[in-house]
Structures are given as C-alpha cells and as structure tokens.
C-alpha cells in the first residue's frame, strides 16, 4: 500500500525532511476553544476519551487549524488501567485518580475483556484515517509501562513517583510482574490501533527521570524493549518513537536498547547532545512549552536554535513535552510558521 508523501512517517523511515514536519505533544487540548466546546458537550474526559465521534472531532481540530504534518489519536495513557477496571476518574484540577493496586491486586490482574473495553478508541483511529487528509500521518500511542504503573501504584500523579520507587524496592516479583503484564497489553493495544488505520506509534514514558541508572534499565528500557519487540514480530513494518522524559545521559543507549525507530527528546536535552543521537537516527523535540505560553522572542529563538541545530538531519519538530492550557492559539500558528520557513 502506498503511503502518499507522510512526511512524518518519512523522517521515521531515516529520511531528512525540509523543513521537518512538526506536530505538537497534546496538541488538542484545553489551549483551544474549540477542544473545551467538545469536551463540555462530550461530559467527563473519560467519555470523551470513549465517544468515537467526539474523540475524533478533537483529534482534528488541530488539524484544520494548523495544518500539522501528524494527528495524534486523541485517548489517554490511563485508559489502560480503566480497562483493568482500576476505577479511574480525571477531576477537574485534581488530574487522574484511581483504586490504587497491592501485589494482591497484581497477581489477579487479567488480559480478558481489556480489548473490548477499549474498542470505541480503536473505532477512532478507523474513523480518523477515513478523515484525515491523506497525507497526515496518524500516531497512535500508549503509555510506557512504567509511567502507567506510577499511577496505578499511587493511584495519583505524584512529583517524583515514590510510591512506585518504593514499591518496586519492596516488592520487586510483583513490580515485574506488572510491568511484564503492562508490556504484554500495551503491544496488544498498539497492534490493534496499527491494524485500524495508525501510521505509527508514540510510547510516553513521561515519568522515566526520576529513576536510578539499574531501574532505568529494568523499568524504563527492558518493558518498552518487550512492547516494540511484540509489536514488530507481529507487524514487521510498524514504527516506534520512545519518549524517555528527563532520561538525559541515558538516552546514549535508549534507541538501541529499546529498538526504537526515533526517539523523543525534552528540553533539557542539549542540543549539542541532541545533535550527537541524531547520528544513530531520527530525533523528535524538544521546544520548551513555555516558550510557547511565553511567545515573542522567547519562542522565535528557542525554535531557531532546534532547526539550526538539527534541521539538518532526520527531525521531527515537537515541543519537549504535551503543550499546556495557558498557550496562546496565535503563539501556536507563529510557531508553525516559523518552522515551515526553515531551509
Ligand atoms: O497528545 C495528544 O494530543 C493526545 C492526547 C493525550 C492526552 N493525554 C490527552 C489528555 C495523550 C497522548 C496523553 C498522554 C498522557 N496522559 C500522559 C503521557 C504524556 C504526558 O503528557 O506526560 C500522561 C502522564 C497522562 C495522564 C494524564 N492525563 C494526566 C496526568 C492528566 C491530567 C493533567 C492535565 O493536563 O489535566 C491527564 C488528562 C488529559 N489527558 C487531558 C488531555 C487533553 C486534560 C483533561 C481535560 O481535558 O479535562
């Protein structure tokens, strides 16, 4: 099948682009109107999250608006851990609650009935591909193992995790056990919005900074390792981007570790290291959000330093982590524009 001029699908075949194709992390969100019309009409996150015809709708506002060269499947990380009927609720300035799990609850944890529970979002990657612009490309995502486990640990977002560090120290055949299982179900899922219209796929570990050098090893590289391993045995041609968040130095080895085809870089990664892992392959990242809250100056240098700095090899354009609610629509459009300049 042929796949007509997917500029981010192309970058992620190795290819340089110019300028580089950009789409932004959480790029349909609470910074735009039209997202909080839809939401309110939708009623809780986790409904809209379910409603294929909502959840599509959002994923596409970005899109007309922008122009981005990539949707992203609008969903959560944590509709996993509803699907294992965790209980899980998003409240409105409180972020992502649910029944927290013992070793108890891990060792009970079953695969049976989480891919029907999570069939209307794989309705929302057919329905997208049927919508979208041939060609955009369309990422679907999961949440890395560790980062899910986090908060199903705590049953929280915490600052820095220590629930999940702690419990992992504790009671390390029942952490491996769940990240194990984590694994198995997320290359489930992402065969799943692969087979349904998904171009490629985005694993968040949005949490992997806060742990030691062996847990980055055993929580953070050895799980996603296993997802992408599961899911290019069975679909040979998938891609895989891997966003460590705050991983730093030890992205050296991610890529190769995990078998990532691109790795995504936050903006505390040096540029000059950014440009050293650009070698070995794509890269994506790495704009600080804030500059686009910030706009102006802020925003035109923080985006000329990245493409002069990796413009020149495989990139794709993308801010360090998920845009936020206070970014201003218009600092979004300038941002683009900026980076459709390039070259
Ligand atoms: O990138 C996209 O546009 C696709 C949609 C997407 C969302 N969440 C929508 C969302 C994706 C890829 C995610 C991933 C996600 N969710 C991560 C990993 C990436 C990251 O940002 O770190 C994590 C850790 C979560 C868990 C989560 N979901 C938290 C902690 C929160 C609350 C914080 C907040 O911003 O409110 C959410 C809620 C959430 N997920 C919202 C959106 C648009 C906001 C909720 C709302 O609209 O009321």
Redesign the pocket.
Known sequence: MSTPNRKVLDVLNGKTVTPPPIWL??????YLPEYRET?QKAGS?LDLCYSPEFAAEVTLQPIRRYGFDAA???????VIPDALHRNVT?T?GH??RMDPIDADGIAKLSPEGVMDHLKPVIETVGRLRAELPAETTLLG?C?APW?VAT?MIAGH?TPDQAPARLFAYRYPEAFKRLLDFLAEVSADYLVAQIDAGADAVQI?D?WAGVLGEAEFEAFAVRPVRRIIDLVKSRRPNAKVIAFA?GAGILLRRYRQDTNADAIGLDWSVPLSFAAELQKDGPVQGNLDPMRVVAGGAPLREGIDAILQALGNGPLIFNLG??IT?QADPQHVTELVAQVRSFG
């Open positions: 992390m959480r790029q349909a969100g609470r939401r996150f992203i499947l609008f969903s959560d990380i944590l998003f409105e972020g992502p995502f949440g980062t908060y977002g968040f949005s968040k982590h998920g609610p």
